[in-house]
């Protein structure tokens, strides 16, 4: 934040006498021992380390100064640096050599010879010394010095000046002479520093954004000084300094800041309401909404992983099925139609309570039409027996007039109440986390089912529990459980360009496996049969060299990155369905439109209170990371369906209907949240600006 451009704001084009400093958020007041008037001004001027530099012109200038004493320290040991700040007093501190920040920006080093460097901290004990007897200004002109202006800083020197970057000779050089001659010459502080700064701006063809480097780094408990001032000494400035000293601290010997008015409560809360109502905006257009995909993802896979669902047996036809049996086909690859008729005989001996078949099967077998034999004819005849079953569901795919003009039609000797759909929908990034449940076919469609086949195989288990399911345009209910449909248009995460038509619903993945049996384990009698029994039959095809595979969020989480079969998609969500109604297994949802702006304004206000009643910048800092690893939890807990109605109420209020998952906003709360403290730290920042000015005048 330090190194930002902050004099590029349009406030200093209205305020031409105005200049910038920067300032730590904690300081004290200088405790100064009151010293008799010399006339002159005494600077200590250190020429450090000038290894490929030159910094005789800086040495040249200063040396034209009247009014002045100049003691001039040629790259000087650090006993010898240490004698002159314990033994003399000084008015001006100025550094010429080479320097840098290091500890991320946060401490300081300067090279003093050729072959020592020091930090602030290595010279505190000699300059709280000679800030005691005066010291009021400090020049490092010098590179990268913002470590320097903060170590300086925290000894509470009034005004320091340096360079915020890697500095060229020729840019101090300049700065140096404009800045002695405005400041010497009788302008005050700021505004000299000011104009010598925005004169590097003719050098910029050769050195770009010279005007930049050159920062005051100021104490704001005391007042800047002018070159009368320095020469006056105390003499000059005794009434000035108490007055200041005592409207400012009540005490000299207490830390503390300036006394100014504290930020209103309301406005704090108008700053979080206009934050709020920018995040809610940001959020329509999309701007969150990949990465809240993302996050729903990630909190998906910190769930514990959950048994198998035993109500379910999945019958894989492998790519080994294929090739063993040797079977070719006009359409997808898969199982000739006597193949089929034989697995499905089977399966019904033992007593399944419904049997999908998630193949799809809109073409000819040309085991049918061989030479149109007659023998032939008994295989159709067997399969349409199976097939004629009602615990049967077979798959169709509706003609969809953008993207799959054909669709795909079902058996002809089933009908369409035993019929279901398998469209499947993907989000931009290709990941399916929703699924169908009834959908408006187009009138021309081949399949006309409005039912899932996830839905078909869910009711036809559940109507052996005698519970029936209830369908409307906005709901799917079985009992008292109620799927609701994410609403059109714009849904929780999903705000821009994703199609919510038709009931959807969001996927509540378990993260678990589930039973499968291969083709040849069932044909061959490998398989416990009495696994069969009162339950739901999925059939579908897992072969490698088939094209039905689809991502899920659980993809992403394994090496290398695997899709998994469609028809395991399915099992999915036929499973999701029966544990909702029959387990009490959480239903995801999402907040309605008005929940999303209370629960994201909630969070805000937080944020924006914590930071405006914290006065240390670092516990504001943590406050806010402590408000998003908090906001963090409460959303993964939520997902999963298991927080608690009072942790609920902490910033919305009671919120009963909120017994299931839901899916909350994590990241534009999370963004409302840093906003929030941001916008009113500087709303607060503008209020101590405006005191201290006022003060000063």
């Given at each position: 934040m330090h190194r930002l451009p902050w004099h590029l704001w349009n406030f200093f084009e209205d305020y031409p006498k105005a200049e910038l400093a920067l300032s730590n958020h904690e300081y004290a007041s200088p405790q100064v021992v009151r010293k008799s008037s010399t006339g002159q001004v005494k600077i200590l001027?250190?020429?450090?380390?000038?290894?490929?530099?030159?910094?005789?012109?800086?040495?040249?200038?200063?040396?034209?100064?009247?009014?002045?004493?100049?003691?001039?320290?040629?790259?000087?040991?650090?006993?010898?640096?240490?004698?002159?700040?314990?033994?003399?007093?000084?008015?001006?501190?100025?550094?010429?050599?080479?320097?840098?920040?290091?500890?991320?920006?946060?401490?300081?080093?300067?090279?003093?010879?050729?072959?020592?460097?020091?930090?602030?901290?290595?010279?505190?004990?000699?300059?709280?010394?000679?800030?005691?007897?005066?010291?009021?200004?400090?020049?490092?002109?010098?590179?990268?010095?913002?470590?320097?202006?903060r170590d300086l800083a925290d000894l509470n020197i009034p005004q320091i000046i340096v360079m915020r970057e890697g500095v060229p000779?020729?840019?101090?050089?300049?700065?140096?002479?404009?800045?002695?001659?405005?400041?010497?010459?009788?302008?005050?502080?700021?505004?000299?520093?000011?104009?010598?700064?925005?004169?590097?701006?003719?050098?910029?063809?050769?050195?770009?954004?010279?005007?930049?480097?050159?920062?005051?780094?100021?104490?704001?408990?005391?007042?800047?000084?002018?070159?009368?001032?320095?020469?006056?000494?105390?003499?000059?400035?005794?009434?000035?300094?108490?007055?200041?000293?005592?409207?400012?601290?009540?005490?000299?010997?207490?830390?503390?800041?300036?006394?100014?008015?504290?930020?209103?409560?309301?406005?704090?809360?108008?700053?979080?309401?206009?934050?709020?109502?920018?995040?809610?905006?940001?959020?329509?257009?999309?701007?969150?909404?990949?990465?809240?995909?993302?996050?729903?993802?990630?909190?998906?896979?910190?769930?514990?992983?959950?048994?198998?669902?035993?109500?379910?047996?999945?019958?894989?036809?492998?790519?080994?099925?294929?090739?063993?049996?040797?079977?070719?086909?006009?359409?997808?690859?898969?199982?000739?139609?006597?193949t089929l008729a034989q697995l499905l005989n089977k399966l019904q001996k033992h007593q399944p309570r419904v049997i999908g078949l998630d193949i799809y099967r809109d073409f000819a077998d040309p085991l049918r039409l061989l030479s149109g034999q007659a023998p032939n004819k008994l295989k159709p005849i067997q399969l349409a027996t199976e097939l004629s079953k009602e615990n049967v569901v077979v798959v169709c795919k509706g003609r969809d007039s953008k993207y799959d003009p054909q669709g795909v039609k079902p058996p002809r000797e089933v009908p369409e109440e035993r019929q279901g759909f398998t469209d499947a929908i993907q989000d931009p990034d290709g990941i399916v986390r929703r699924q169908i449940l009834m959908?408006?076919?187009?009138?021309?469609?081949?399949?006309a089912t409005p039912h899932s086949l996830s839905l078909q195989l869910a009711a036809g288990y559940l109507s052996y529990e005698n519970i029936k399911p209830d369908f409307n345009e906005d709901y799917v209910q079985f009992g008292s459980k109620i799927f609701k449909r994410l609403k059109p248009g714009r849904s929780g995460g999903y705000q821009q360009g994703v199609n919510l038509g038709g009931i959807q619903i969001l996927i509540n993945y378990r993260d678990a496996d589930y039973e499968r049996v291969s083709l040849e384990d069932v044909l061959s009698d490998k398989l416990n049969f009495d696994w069969l029994k009162d339950k739901v039959v999925l059939i579908g095809v897992t072969a490698n060299t088939v094209s039905d595979t689809w991502s899920t969020p659980y993809s992403g989480a394994q090496q290398p990155y695997q899709e998994i079969p469609g028809v395991f998609i399915q099992a999915q969500m036929v499973s999701q369905i029966l544990s909702a109604v029959l387990d009490e297994r959480p239903i995801l949802g999402v907040l309605p439109f008005w929940g999303d702006i209370l629960w994201i304004w909630g969070w805000s206000s937080v944020s924006g209170l914590i930071v405006w009643r914290f006065r240390s910048l670092s516990n504001k800092g943590w406050g806010m990371f402590a408000i998003v690893v908090v906001l963090c939890g409460v959303c993964a807990i939520a997902l999963s369906g298991a927080l608690p109605i009072a942790v609920w109420a902490v910033p919305l209020g009671a919120m009963a209907l909120l017994k299931q998952g839901v899916w909350l906003p994590f990241i534009p709360s999370a963004f409302a949240v840093v906003a929030s403290g941001v916008v009113v730290l500087f709303v607060q920042r503008r209020r101590e600006f405006s005191s201290t000015h006022s003060l000063r005048e």
């Open positions: 001027a250190i020429l450090g380390n000038s290894f490929g530099i030159d910094i005789d012109q800086d040495s040249y200038l200063l040396q034209g100064l009247t009014d002045t004493q100049t003691r001039f320290l040629v790259e000087p040991t650090r006993r010898e640096l240490n004698e002159k700040l314990w033994n003399q007093n000084w008015d001006i501190l100025f550094f010429a050599g080479h320097s840098a920040s290091i500890a991320d920006g946060e401490r300081g080093e300067i090279y003093i010879n050729q072959s020592e460097s020091l930090t602030i901290s290595q010279l505190k004990n000699a300059l709280k010394t000679a800030i005691t007897r005066g010291l009021k200004l400090a020049i490092f002109n010098s590179c990268d010095g913002i470590g320097l202006a000779d020729l840019v101090a050089q300049e700065f140096l002479k404009n800045f002695i001659v405005a400041f010497a010459g009788g302008k005050p502080f700021y505004p000299a520093v000011r104009e010598a700064r925005e004169r590097l701006q003719g050098l910029e063809n050769d050195f770009p954004c010279a005007s930049w480097l050159p920062v005051i780094c100021q104490n704001p408990t005391t007042v800047p000084i002018t070159w009368q001032e320095l020469r006056g000494g105390w003499g000059d400035i005794e009434t000035r300094g108490e007055v200041s000293t005592k409207s400012r601290i009540s005490t000299p010997k207490t830390k503390s800041r300036i006394s100014t008015p504290k930020t209103k409560l309301w406005i704090v809360l108008l700053s979080t309401v206009i934050v709020t109502l920018s995040t809610i905006g940001l959020r329509y257009l999309g701007l969150f909404e990949k990465l809240e995909l993302q996050i729903f993802d990630q909190m998906l896979l910190l769930r514990p992983k959950e048994e198998l669902d035993p109500r379910l047996l999945v019958v894989e036809i492998t790519e080994k099925d294929i090739q063993s049996r040797q079977e070719t086909t006009q359409g997808p690859k898969s199982i000739s139609d006597s959908m408006r076919q187009e009138p021309s469609s081949s399949c």
